[in-house]
């Protein structure tokens, strides 16, 4: 075998094969950690088992193995692979890595193997790649991969192993660099509340070696925050997890990791969930009877004894489930409307194209109500119990007390049941509320009414009375009655209110027409009442009396259809008259009964059997007359007809109706029978013969009626008679028979088609229900008899593609009309008949044309198929043979094709269609006989429009067909074109000829020749003339008139020409009589040789103005029948004395105050003629203005000026003059008028200001805004003076402003002429043609003036010109946002930006500098120098530049700076800085050690000498000085200091410092010193409370209280506290600290501190002495950092990012803290409080690793954002269970985040027995108290310590005010 690939034994090494398929591993954080800090070679010996690779392809070994059967299963591997999957993990880069793969053969016999890998710059197969290999049964075959990584990162390959029965993979993987976030195994939170949020934060560190890309999930009820992020190598995340259970019983999860590099592991959570102590205070709450819209109160209590706040809400149902059932319909119903809404809207706008949009839209909408639904928490809410409040909180062991509100709206009993969804309890506590609502108490006076008895129709009056007997008022409405009497009473009024204690009279009436007795109860409904009210009337009515005279009406036998008639009389018996109504009830509603008489006259009746038959009975019986009235003692006689429709007997009864009585007051009998005759047919077969078809003949049929009724008769119409062979009629289809009588009736039938036909005809008896009488009509149809001759037809030998026709004649040899039609057998015949079809008339002949029209040559044979309706079919063979070509033309296109003269440069066309009537395909091919075909195509290019300059070649033809070739399939027709197109005049002649090839034919033959020929020509026009000229010079005497000059044209060509003529004006084409021609003329004709005579009229005169002018145009003329163009040049020359001047308008824009501006303009003489002119100025005032700016325009911006030529008097100076050299105005003060009393629209006085708002909108534009006099309307009124801006849009002037318009502010008004700010020079002369001249234009500038003015240059005998000159004077204006920057407290070290908005507020544009600039740049400025960037620049008018301001201030305490901006040339404009500097700080409650350090013990010994001077000077001074007052750094008299960091300041900046120390040490000393002595009054009770557990409370009490009486007495504080104590919830409010005034404090804080005591032996313990040698230290390293950068050379002085850091990383002593003596396996443990003592938010970090391996540990690594003067407690914890005897130190350093690091320095000492530790503890000794001797820890942090009671006293604000220390920061 070749190496690697070695048979060996399988060793014991190897792990066994794994019986089952891998399950799943959920992989715990600490199984992860453990895996990925394996090794590749501890990764391999720690794989458990061996899994079999997956098969991806099986094989056939039938044909790759000698060996068919196999021992190993199929569905597995005949080769064990270990590794299962080759893994490299914690590799090196560019470090080789090797791994063996060994293949194990499993079967009973050899088996070969080949194992491959793609090719891949990282991994290699050692051995042979790609061989099959022999491995024997149960050995092992051994290779090796080499892994060579270039980087940590993920990489992925893989090995193809190829045995002879399968093929499987084995993946290669290199682990790279790995995330491992901590988290634990397992998170139990055990007991638990139910609804009740549980938390447990977990700080997670990355151990591994990459950053954390991570997401966190978790099951119901775990939730987990935050569920994604990344995190950096070794940071800290912090993960809450929140345990929050819906139900009681235990809960598990899983919270899962998953990392982006595709691990998860997985923390198991565990928890129980109980229900705590929480109920109502009772079940139901029944509130007492309330009147409707009154309301009721009750309250019920929910008892928290449970140790959590629970939060409650009160719903409307008992579950959640119930509560998502509902928002799941709601969700429900409107995705129901949604869809139907979308549906409606695309069925409504199919055509709309934004309906996407609106569908969006509309889906939108749906889906916030849908979201709105599902963030409903679904409180309780009900009209009639309202419960507040509805949701709160309930903190332990307390109590919520709910108020509920009834408020019924009907009078019945209200029950609800609301729930209380409530944490700490699984299910919702129920509550029953019940209550009863009572409505308003209105009640009849009498109850029942009694009317007796009386008389119908009569009116009866009476009245009820109602009474109301409740508090609320009662609303009653009557309801209406249901029966017939009932609703005869009337009750007035039917509705009303009746207030508390009140009646209402009701009135009834009461007519009726109903007799009897009667009894009825009214109902009155009283809203909110339980039931209506009844009032019951009772009664009796009497009615009137009648009778008949007969019994009974009898009308016997009566026959069907046929009318009778009985009479009777009604006779009335009472004393009143009767109005009467007759009817029949059992008689039928619908249309009358059908009469015998009716049937035999018309045929519209429907039936004829059963009578009228529809949805209703028939109506039989007629009453005459049916309604009358009959007076008293009077009769009526009635007439009843029967006209009986029904079969049978009638019982029935005439009904008499009383109007205003009742219904069926009386009743009179009917009885009769309905009778139908039988009929009968002697004849009931009736016998035609033969018949024609279509032809009638006429039979007899006889009916006879023998019985004693009359009878009617009908032969019903024959049905489905367009089917039927044979149809029938009868002109007598219905009669009646007379009893014992006959009659006779006619049949005619009509035979449709030939054959023995048997046809039946029903005859049916009116009335009759049994079936018709049957007639059978017996006939033979015969059909039409044609003879056809010739019976064959042979055409012989006839010309393809044309018609040959034969006649055939069609025969009738009937007496009927025959139909005939002839069609061809053959499909797609060449044979044709005509006519097609037709008629042959009774006994004529009709002659048929059978034509041939053969689309092939050879022989044709069909066959005519003669069709006779009816008859027999006729065959008729045909035949012929055809000769010639089918290919044939639409227009001729024969021999020889001749073309009229044709103009050249047009093409001639021919167009034709060809066709192709054959059945064989033709290719055509088109040449032109004496052309080769390259040629051919050469003359296919030409095109139209070819001009004369791209002659063709004279060897390829004229004409072309287009196309030149082409199929035609049969029966195709495609368009064809005959073109000829010749550029020069010539006379052509050429032979078209046409091959084919038919068919599949192999060779082409001729077909077709055509000789075409044509003479193309050009056309020739004779022009007298090419060149017309005009030429007028106007002097100013001089008169312009019309003039002409005359042009004519010949036509020479051989065709006639239309020619049209086309020129522009001032120019006319007038004719012979110099008549200008029309405009719409038509084209001009001209023959050949006709000749024409025009003339050319200019008109000098078509400008009005006097400006010289030149026209130039062309004369076109075109040729409607050829291309080509001839032009004539018309020239006209009109010269006027006239200038060009360089400008129109001149606008010199604003300049300064007291200066004057020159603009040169270029004048010159463009005439051929001299020109004399002079200047003056436009005298309308209107135009020309001249106005007094009171107050610097604000800016609008203006259109660009026009640039001026070089010649501009850039250089000359503006000639300065004073203000005392203008004018005075004749009018002072007065002539400012009022704006309110100026006449609306009047123009401005000088120096008048309008109000806007009563200016015209043709006013001048507003803020002086210049426009461009070309852009103006005539006679506009547009100046530049500025309009005042309401109250509410005027900016204040600035100081500097101010200051510049002050010298003006007594000017109203100037009396100033225009020759006073505007002149010109020269002001006349002359200027020959040609010549130039230089106009000075000046603008003398006034102070604050606006004006224009028009300049007007006359030149005699030409135009006015006129230059708009306009400008303004002002100061310069502008605005400084600020003046004061106040920073507030900032970092000392940070560079702190603000910015500064310069905004120029005039129309003068200026620059703008910083004076003397700091050379720094903005991201390192030097200390207490501003930088400005930009520091200089130019703002135009109106705009505004943002500054931005970088300031270090580079010191601690209070700094203070100032910069000057100057504007152009005004005074600067000086802008303060202010702020206070500090640090991030803390501070611990453990001593300082500075032995040793002679730099940290020299400034403590200048603590202590500054200290003893203090107290030695203020014992002296306390009670004769008062008290210093700091001036504020506000005020303006304070003279600018100079910053204590700039260079050479060094030994300012230590006076200072001095100074600050002596200022702070006595306040803050008096402040530490108290909160000292209350900090060991409250160590010494809680020592006492330790000793002494019996009388702890007792002991407190009594040292709080002795705490409190024995402070001495101080003068309170001269300001009183201006921000309320924090409130606490949980922790009882701390004593606040009595600090003593500023007056008082000093002396007996002075007096109280003994710093020797406390920094004996090196130690510092007094947290004051700690701070000022801080704050000394900070300054010190300050400046000596300042002294290190001001050394190093000018460009390399910046204060960067790493030289500010270095300002705060100063070396502080070390704290320290002694755990003492510890008994070896025991543990200490002692709390550190660390403070933030700074007045900004501080972060920190603890550095715990250097504590390993020391016994010392820490709860807590890291703080962020400490709040101001709040403080952390940590727990230092000492194990001395794994050290050894002896002393253990070590040093923790603490970072500050942005400042320095702080260390602790701890000790203990281990020893093997317990040290007993007597007497009380001396304080001051440098071991620090033990963990029993400080007390009990407090958790958390604590708030309003006495640290901030400390370091808050008299701390200056940002105003500079000292801030007392009863003032708490919110």
Known sequence: MASGFQGTEVKSHIPKLAREAEKPVMLTPSAFQKQMSLTTKQRLASIPQINLPQIVQHRDMSETSNHKVSAVDPDQTLFHVFPSEVVFQNYIPHKVCEMPLVLRNRDMVPRLVKVTMESSPYFQLVGPSGAYRKVPPGMCSTLRIIFTPWENKDYFHRLICTTEREEFIVPLRAIGARAVLDFPDQLDFSVCPVKYSTEKTLMVRNLGNREACYQISTQSPFSVTPTMGTLGIGDILQVTVVFHPLQTGDHSGSLVVHYDTGEDTHTSLHGSAVNVHIRLDRNAVTVEKTYITLSNHSTVTILNHSHVTARFQWKAFATQEEEDQLKQRFCHRLW?????????????????????????????????????????????????????????????????????????????????????????????????????????????????????????????????????????????????????????????????????????????????????????????????????????????????????????????????????????????????????????????????????SDQTSSNTHPSWRKGAQGLMKPMEFTITPCRGTICSQAFQDIQVTLCSNTVGPYQMELVVDVVGVGKKVSALPITARCVVPPLRALNPIMTFGRCYLKVPYQKMLKLVNDSDFPGCYRVLPQEHKEEDAVWYFTPQPRGTIKAHSSVEIPFILKTRLPGEHDTIADVTVFGSEESPLKIHLESIGQGPVVYVYPTEINLGTIPVVKDISQTLHLSNQSVIPAVFWAEMAGTCSRWRTEPSKGVIPPESEVSVTVTANLDDTGKFEDKVKLFIENSEVNIIPVQAVGVGTTIVTDKPFSQELNFSPHFSLTPCCYQFKITNKGRQTHQLFWTTEGFSVVQQRRALGTTKGKSTSQIPKPASPVFKLQPPQMELVPGQTKDMVLEGFSSTPQKVKERLLCHAIVGKEKRKKQIMQVDVSCEFIFPLVQISSREIMFRVEKSPSDVLTLLYKPLSLKNNCSLPLSIVLDLKKPFLICDVDQQPLPEDAQPIKLDKGEKLHLHIQFNPAYKKDLYSWVAEKTLNMRFMEHPHEEQITIRGEVHFPNLHIQTKALDFGYIMNGTEQVDCVAMTNCSPIPVHYHWSFQTDSQVNTIRFNPSPPKFKPKPPKKERDSLKYSVLPRRQFSAESVEEPTKGLEAVQDPAQQPAGSEDSLGAVQDPAQQPASSEDVLGAVQDPAQQPAGSEESLVAKVLPSTAVEPLSLETMKGLRQFTGVENLALRMEEVFDVQPLFGVLQPGESQHVLFTFFGHPNIVARVTALCHVEGGPTYEVELSGGTLDLSYHLDTYDIDFGLQLFNEVIQAEVTLQNTGVIGFTYKVLDPSTARADSPLPGEPVVVPSTGYIEPGKERVLKVYYLPGVLGVFCSTLQIQVGHLEPAEISLKGEGTFLRISLDLPWTVKGDEKFEKILKEIKENLQEERQSNEADVLSEPASVEPSMDDPGIEEQQHPLAPGNEEILKETIGKEEEETQIDEAVAIEEASEESSEESSEESSEESSEESSTESSTESSTESSTEEPSEEPSEEPSEEPLEETSKEPPEKPAKVPSKKTSKVPSVAARDTDSDTDDGIVQDTWVQREMELMLIKQHVLEQHRIVTSRPLELRGFDKNVRQKLVQVELPNYILDMGSVTRGDTETHTVDITNTGSLPVSFQIETRVLQDKGFSLDLDQVQCLPYCNTERIEVLFDSTNLPVGEVDARLPIKVTGSYTVHIHLFATVTEHSIQKEGPPDLHSPTPLTCSERGKRRDGRRSKSAFKRIFQAERPTKGGEMKSASKEPN
């Open 336 to 596: 129901q409307e949604e869809n139907a809404q979308a549906d409606n809207f695309l069925e409504w706008s199919r055509a709309d194209t934004t309906r996407g949009e609106r569908l969006s839209l509309l889906s939108h909408i749906y889906q916030n109500e849908r979201a709105k639904v599902q963030g409903d928490p679904m409180l309780f809410f009900d009209d009639i119990f309202t419960i507040k409040p509805v949701e709160g909180e309930i903190w332990p062991n307390f109590s919520a007390e709910i108020s509920v509100t009834f408020r019924p709206r009907e009078a019945r009993v209200y029950k609800h049941a609301v729930y209380c969804d409530i944490s700490g309890h699984e299910t919702r506590l129920p509550l029953r509320l019940i209550g009863e609502g009572l409505g308003p108490r209105l009640r009849f006076l009498f109850e029942e009414l009694d009317i007796g008895k009386v008389s119908v129709i009569s009116l009866h009056r009476y009245k009820a009375v109602l009474v109301n007997k409740g508090p609320i008022e009662g609303l009653f409405s009557l309801l209406p009655p249901t029966t017939a009497v009932g609703s005869c009473f009337t009750f007035l009024p039917q509705q009303g209110i009746i207030p508390p204690d009140g009646l209402q009279a009701i009135s009834i009436s009461f007519r009726t027409t109903i007799p009897g007795e009667f009894k009825e109860e009214f109902q009155f409904s009283v809203p909110q009442a339980p039931k209506p009210l009844t009032f019951t009337i009772r009664g009796y009515v009497i009615g009137p009396t009648f009778h008949f005279n007969v019994r009974a009406l009898h009308f016997g036998d009566v026959p069907f259809g046929f009318p009778r008639t009985l009479s009777c009389r009604l006779t009335n018996t009472s004393l009143m008259p009767m109005a009467f109504t007759l009817h029949i009830p059992e008689d039928g509603s619908g249309e009358p009964s059908l009469n015998s």
